[in-house]
């Protein structure tokens, strides 16, 4: 291990934030499908400021070969998790190295031992930083560009994850679905017996903080049992939901009503990596004017459906099924008036049938799987 030179990221020594953001354009340098992120987006997601911080913190460490940043790891505790779950878990992520098991052996152990010098007992991840961000290696989807807030990795990182003692948690799948699908007469008989009273309208942009909570709500309680789970707060929804509403058309954001009750939601983005993708990580000094332009005149041809919620007294029943249908059918016509010719599902918990029964009914295929993986620590 003391070969390879790792160091924390530290104000007045070690490595910089401005190192750990780097990284990425050593390793992926080669790679045609990868994007780089805004580097602006990036020092914000990592500003102590950043709403996730409210109940978290995290230490970045970064590898140096010849002088230059060529691999990072990143560990948080996220305290929320712990008041939910009961268990001190830590959580690794931002996990970018060379092909190399020496440089993720030693970036692990760097991780694991900053978590278990602060009483953790296992490992989890990646996160990036928390499950309601970006998370898992890419393991299966090499072969096209990840879509907006979603990872990517080269196809070796997975080997090399497991080489450095972590073992697969669980997966999470990407669906690809055409706008322009034909609706199941399944679908069909669902809504006329089991929808009555249901409606479906775009969220109100003049009351957007009040629509922003009730979507908070309903997602917090459906996904209050899945795998991993950890509650939005209002400051961090309501920031990635602002964020949202500046380059969603309306009509992309929805909320379905029962009888005048909100009992789910759906929200559809444009691809910005579409956007982005040429960009180079910078928006100075013409970059901002590109990406208004691509957003607002020539428009992004994809989009992903990133956040969603059936509220959880509905999913072990008839409506249950209906309602996730009917806010993802509530898409299907503006996402065919906004130009749009693939809209990306993600991410979807593998042992989710029902939702993925829903999706593949209507012609959506897997088209990427990414992994968790999880180790024990000992002293």
């Known amino acids: 291990m003391t070969d390879f030179d790792i160091r924390p990221v530290a104000d007045?020594?070690?490595?910089?934030?401005?190192d750990f953001i780097e990284v990425p354009w050593s390793v992926f340098r080669d790679d045609p499908q990868w994007i780089p992120p805004l580097k602006i987006e990036r020092r914000d997601a990592l500003s102590p400021k950043a709403p996730f911080f409210e109940h978290a913190r995290w230490q970045g460490f970064v590898g140096f070969a010849d002088g230059k940043p060529v691999a990072r790891i990143s560990a948080q505790i996220d305290d929320l998790y712990e008041q939910?779950?009961?268990?001190?878990?830590?959580?690794?992520?931002?996990?970018?190295?060379?092909?190399?098991?020496?440089?993720?052996d030693a970036l692990v152990e760097r991780a694991a031992l900053w978590l278990r010098e602060r009483g953790r007992t296992r490992m989890v991840g990646p996160f990036n930083l928390g499950i309601n961000q970006d998370l898992g290696v890419l393991v299966d989807g090499f072969d096209t560009p990840p879509f907006m807030m979603?990872?990517?990795?080269?196809?070796?990182?997975?080997?090399?994850?497991?080489?450095?003692?972590?073992?697969?948690?669980?997966?999470?799948?990407?669906?690809?679905?055409?706008?322009?699908?034909?609706?199941?007469?399944?679908?069909?008989?669902?809504?006329?017996?089991?929808l009555q009273g249901v409606t479906v309208e775009p969220v109100d942009r003049k009351n957007l903080g009040d629509e922003l909570e009730i979507m908070r709500d309903i997602f917090n309680d459906a996904w209050s049992?899945?795998?991993?789970?950890?509650?939005?707060?209002?400051?961090?929804?309501?920031?990635?939901?602002?964020?949202?509403?500046?380059?969603?058309?309306?009509?992309?954001?929805?909320?379905?009503?029962?009888?005048?009750?909100?009992?789910?939601?759906?929200?559809?983005?444009?691809?910005?990596?579409?956007?982005?993708?040429?960009l180079n990580g910078r928006l100075l000094p013409?970059?901002?004017?590109?990406?208004?332009?691509?957003?607002?005149?020539?428009?992004?041809?994809?989009?992903?459906?990133?956040?969603?919620?059936?509220?959880?007294?509905?999913?072990?029943?008839?409506?249950?099924?209906?309602?996730a249908?009917?806010?993802?059918?509530?898409?299907?016509?503006?996402?065919?008036?906004?130009?749009?010719?693939?809209?990306?599902l993600s991410w979807i918990l593998e042992d989710n049938a029902g939702m993925r029964g829903i999706i593949e009914s209507i012609g959506g295929t897997v088209s990427k799987r990414y992994r968790m993986y999880e180790r024990e620590l000992r002293s």
């Open 12 to 18: 007045g020594g070690g490595a910089t934030l401005a």
């Open 84 to 104: 939910r779950h009961g268990e001190p878990v830590g959580y690794f992520g931002m996990l970018d190295a060379p092909d190399d098991q020496g440089w993720f």
């Open 150 to 194: 979603m990872p990517h990795s080269l196809p070796y990182y997975g080997a090399r994850v497991e080489g450095a003692g972590l073992t697969p948690a669980t997966d999470l799948l990407a669906y690809m679905l055409k706008p322009a699908y034909e609706v199941p007469p399944l679908q069909r008989t669902i809504e006329k017996r089991y």
């Open 225 to 278: 049992g899945n795998w991993g789970f950890t509650p939005f707060t209002k400051n961090e929804f309501q920031a990635i939901g602002k964020e949202i509403a500046m380059i969603t058309p309306r009509d992309f954001l929805k909320i379905a009503r029962l009888d005048g009750r909100p009992v789910a939601f759906v929200t559809l983005l444009p691809n910005l990596n579409e956007a982005i993708r040429d």
């Open 286 to 323: 013409f970059g901002w004017a590109k990406l208004l332009w691509r957003l607002k005149v020539k428009k992004p041809r994809t989009g992903r459906v990133a956040l969603m919620g059936v509220r959880r007294e509905f999913h072990n029943t008839r409506l249950g099924p209906g309602l």
């Open 325 to 344: 249908f009917a806010v993802i059918h509530a898409l299907r016509q503006p996402a065919i008036d906004h130009g749009l010719q693939d809209v990306e």
